[in-house]
């Protein structure tokens, strides 16, 4: 449903049953009151402002008098929360924003839950490379489990093993339900299936040669390729950042292609990221 939209006999059900699942304001105007336009005008930016928290409905009065007689409006202007298909709170005459804010706000929903809520429908259908900067962003405003155990399922998802284990590992006793107990053991299938022989073996040579750099790319490679990102960026960084030019440039190169092939928005390459400009800058 669209964030603003004229209320009329044709569409009022749809929006009563819109506010089913979210708060709608309903403001009713008439070209007889102008205070009551340019009240409109401020629901408009605030609506638009809002990031979707609510939906804004306007009543012409001088064209919806049987929408107005329902609602048993008596002037214009009149701003009604609707909810569950029923008016919770409301006001008549024109406020400033602020005082309208202030009263919107113990009915809207956090702008971390409308995030939180759009990354599981974009979940639902796989799109989950959508999903994961929804969940970032929530995850900043609100980092409890709630939030946490559907980042953490959409980052397993992705191969992305650490951060899905640092995130579950912060999940309270509390907390740990039959999700979190999914995620875990999840978490573990991809724990044992990146820990591949290969892996071991290089990790042993390069702890019995650690001069050999060439060893040291192969296994950063490796861990590459086993969705280890972290563990590669954290053992070549050891070594940039004493030498950053070492195995001629090779070391840095293979670095900065892990960050390029994590994303811009993952925050372990961001945060690598900023290590190697303190090293380059």
């Not at 990354?119 to 409890?144: G, H, I, R």
């Amino acid at each position: 449903m669209d964030t603003v939209l004229d209320l009329t006999k044709e569409n009022i059900q749809q929006v009563v049953d819109a506010s089913m699942q979210q708060v709608v304001v309903l403001t009713f105007w008439s070209q007889q009151s102008p205070e009551s336009m340019t009240l409109v005008q401020t629901l408009e930016q605030m609506a638009s402002a809002q990031a979707g928290r609510f939906v804004l409905a306007k009543v012409n009065c001088d064209a919806e008098l049987e929408i107005a007689n329902y609602f048993q409006i008596q002037s214009v202007p009149t701003t009604l929360l609707l909810r569950d298909g029923k008016p919770i709170d409301g006001f008549a005459g024109v406020q400033e924003p602020a005082q309208i804010e202030a009263m919107f706000e113990p009915h809207l929903p956090q702008v971390w839950q409308l995030q939180l809520a759009e990354a599981k429908t974009l979940l639902a259908t796989n799109e989950v490379e959508q999903a994961l900067p929804l969940l970032q962003q929530a995850y900043q405003a609100n980092q409890q489990a709630e939030v946490a155990l559907v980042y953490a399922d959409a980052l397993l998802s992705l191969g992305n093993i650490n951060q899905a284990q640092v995130l579950l590992d912060g999940v309270g006793l509390a907390d740990q339900d039959g999700y979190y107990q999914s995620l875990r053991a999840k978490l573990t299938l991809a724990l044992d299936a990146a820990d591949t022989p290969e892996i071991r073996q290089l990790m042993d040579n390069v702890e019995a040669n650690p001069q050999d750099l060439s060893l040291l790319l192969s296994l950063a490679k490796a861990l590459h390729g086993a969705n280890r990102d972290e563990e590669a960026l954290e053992r070549l960084f050891a070594v940039l950042r004493q030498d950053i030019s070492a195995h001629n440039g090779e070391l840095k190169q293979l670095f900065m292609d892990i960050l390029t092939a994590m994303g811009q928005s993952n925050s372990i390459a961001n945060q690598y990221r900023r290590k190697l400009y303190s090293l380059l800058y």
